[in-house]
């Protein structure tokens, strides 16, 4: 643990303006970040007497080694600054709302050459708007169903669009009109286009128009007594009234409105949002908090209201011109409390609305029953999430603290990194490395490693394997290290500082405010498996002179935990938390290492020999294989002959015939294959790949 006066800023060093800043710890890592109207005044409640501190933000100073600041011109940059490095360095002392679920939303792919309307999950994608969150994906299902008999915009995915493309003949939705059948040219990709947009100005609420314009040409059907058509007109409208009424009107005067509620306690909080669009309830979210710095409600306002519509921002600007909603920032937001800074919060929305917003706390009427029908909403989240997670954080601090007494560490291991090996009988060998940061997965830095070996031909066993994935590992820790420092150096002034020396506090340097991968050393390093790849971990270790990260090994079989240089295992509790913690770790590095090798030997099971020769691109190799008909005719072909092929010039040729004859790129199955299936003649089967058909192999 840090003195805080041991890099406390010299007085009269931090400037009277409003800026953000960010507290670092002893490896440069990002723990905190906050903003202030004015940094000198703020940062100075931090240094004082570490008694009167609140308990979080005393942990949270006595971890940090230095603070860095940025001076901005007013307090609404400043908010949006705080925002973007929040949600770049991920800092452990900061309030992160988090979704208890992921939220289906109806997606139409504008970016497509033939939208498509589809319901997605995760991250948003650039070129597709959104609309939602649905709590249901069946609600989206049932109102895309309807609207299709009045919009039938493409449904399908690209396989069976492609499919019917080729064979002339659209899907049953084609011949049942719930699909305008633009892949075999019943609709113009122009009118399709437009038949999406129609689709997405009704979703985003301009549904009169529709109704009017079904109206009157059932009207005209009728005057013209072609009464199937204005039957069918009739019908339609039905189905568009069927679509609206499923988002009950809750707000009589057509109001768009955001309406939180928040509900918690000291160590968690659930928080509730209803979005209201032209007075009807069109989506619905939920997150639950852990408050891991010392904040009042309006602070967790603050910080709502910054996560939602900065990731709204965020998303909007991935989106060539095509924003998620075109009201994705409301006219009204509605809070239980203001939040600290109201006036900046609201200056900063009206700048991404582009008009005026107005945030305030709904005190009666409609708006105030919809308010506490949230809070309700938010109550029963929060009890749920008690239910299923009844003292998770204390159950991860237990689990910590079983590793640390068995393990004999000095400290609770809050950064875990475990490291597992995979391979098909040598093949693709791939190993993975996964993060655990307070006992939560940190997904941002998982790795996977490819596995070279001595000879570049990958490494004789597991362990030589383990090796060299934490040689590779550590080393890029220590140049990154290095470079770290030299950079600290290059900043101070005073020229080179002791080996214990804090980190300098200051202003932020442009050069130094990116995190790096590798830069931060883990407390405990887990590998999968027994005494052996310990061992070769341990090894590893040494020869790099790295003796202050802790190493451990957990072993399938009895699920013991093996130390380096033990003759006899750790043995933890079946019902220990602690294990259940390292068996997670285990799990989720096995998980992480099968994806990698599963990926490297499909891409590797379609490669081909002309796919690695230089400057030879995918129609010139269609255009070799198609003059010359096998990959076995090619190889025989000489330069000349190769350069007579349309397209192919004499240094080309020269380069093809250089890359064949010499096996830079030897697919030797996939060669053989696709000379059987060019030729056609009864050529002997080709050779069968070890382990081609057996299961994946890990440590």
């Not at 749920?384 to 609770?412: K, M, N, P, V, Y």
């Not at 420092?485 to 005073?494: A, K, N, Q, S, Y």
């Not at 931060?520 to 027994?530: H, R």
């Amino acid at each position: 643990m840090a003195d805080p006066a041991t890099y406390r800023p010299a007085p009269g060093e931090i400037p009277d303006s409003p800026g953000v800043y960010r507290f670092r710890d002893e490896h440069g890592r990002v723990i905190y970040v906050g903003k202030a109207k004015s940094l000198r005044s703020r940062l100075a409640n931090y240094f004082q007497d570490v008694a009167n501190l609140h308990p979080r933000t005393q942990t949270m100073v006595t971890t940090a080694s230095s603070v860095q600041w940025t001076v901005v011109g007013t307090e609404v940059e400043a908010l949006a600054l705080e925002y973007s490095w929040i949600k770049e360095f991920d800092p452990r002392f900061n309030i992160k709302y988090r979704d208890d679920k992921s939220y289906p939303y109806l997606a139409v792919t504008l970016a497509d050459e033939f939208p498509r309307v589809q319901v997605m999950r995760g991250a948003k994608r650039p070129g597709t708007r959104y609309f939602g969150p649905y709590a249901h994906a069946w609600a989206i299902r049932e109102t895309v169903d309807l609207l299709l008999r009045v919009f039938p915009v493409r449904t399908c995915s690209s396989g069976v669009f492609k499919r019917a493309n080729q064979q002339g003949r659209p899907c049953l939705l084609g011949y049942i009109d719930k699909c305008a059948a633009p892949c075999v040219g019943r609709i113009t990709p122009e009118d399709h286009r437009a038949l999406a947009q129609d689709f997405c100005d009704f979703m985003a609420g301009d549904a009169a128009k529709f109704t009017r314009r079904l109206t009157q040409r059932m009207r005209d059907a009728a005057a013209e007594l072609d009464f199937e058509q204005a039957a069918r007109l009739r019908d339609d409208i039905a189905a568009l009234e069927r679509a609206m009424e499923r988002n009950a009107v809750v707000l009589a005067d057509g109001t768009d409105a955001d309406i939180f509620a928040l509900v918690g306690d000291e160590l968690e909080a659930a928080v509730q949002v209803f979005h209201v669009r032209d007075g009807r309830i069109r989506g619905q979210r939920g997150w639950v908090v852990e408050k891991v710095e010392d904040a009042t409600d309006a602070d967790l306002v603050e910080r709502l209201l910054e996560q939602v519509y900065g990731a709204e921002q965020a998303a909007d600007t991935t989106q060539r011109g095509v924003t998620s909603d075109a009201r994705a920032v409301p006219r009204e937001v509605l809070v239980p409390v203001l939040p600290t800074d109201v006036d900046h919060v609201q200056a900063w929305l009206t700048g991404l609305r582009g008009a005026h917003v107005d945030i305030r706390v709904p005190q009666r009427g409609e708006k105030r029953e919809l308010a506490e029908t949230v809070r309700r909403n938010a109550e029963h989240a929060l009890a749920l999430h008690r239910t299923r997670r009844a003292g998770d954080l204390t159950t991860r601090s237990q689990a910590l603290r079983e590793i640390q007494e068995a393990l004999d560490l000095s400290s609770a291991p809050l950064r875990i990194e475990c490291y597992d090996v995979s391979h098909n009988q040598g093949t693709f060998q791939s190993a993975s490395m996964v993060v655990f940061e307070d006992g939560l997965a940190r997904k941002s830095e998982y790795r996977h490693f490819s596995i070279r070996g001595a000879q570049g031909q990958g490494a004789r066993d597991d362990t030589e394997s383990m090796h060299e994935v934490i040689t590779r590992r550590f080393r890029r820790y220590l140049a990154e290290r290095t470079v770290s420092d030299e950079v600290e150096l290059d900043l101070d002034e005073g020229g080179p500082q002791d080996d214990d020396a804090p980190l300098r506090s200051g202003p932020v340097d442009p050069t130094t405010g990116r995190p790096t991968r590798f830069a931060y050393p883990p407390n405990l390093v887990v590998v999968d498996g027994g005494q052996p790849q310990v061992a070769a971990a341990a090894a590893a270790l040494a020869e790099l002179g790295i003796d202050d990260v802790a190493l451990c090994g957990l072993a399938k079989r009895l699920e013991e935990v093996w130390l380096p240089g033990e003759e006899y295992p750790v043995i933890l509790e079946r019902s220990s938390e602690g294990l259940y913690l390292l068996q997670r770790l285990r799990d989720e590095a096995h998980r992480f290492a099968i994806s990698a090798h599963r990926k490297r030997r499909s891409k590797g099971m379609t490669v081909s020999a002309l796919d690695s020769v230089p400057g030879l691109g995918p129609a010139r190799s269609a255009a070799l294989l198609k003059h010359f008909g096998s990959l076995k005719r090619l190889r025989l072909a000489s330069a000349e002959e190769i350069a007579s092929v349309q397209g192919m010039g004499a240094r080309t040729a020269a380069t093809v015939v250089a890359a064949l004859r010499t096996g830079v790129a030897p697919v030797a199955v996939l060669d053989a294959v696709l000379d059987a299936t060019l030729e056609g003649a009864a050529e002997a089967p080709p050779a069968k790949s070890p382990g081609l058909n057996t299961g994946i192999m890990g440590s």
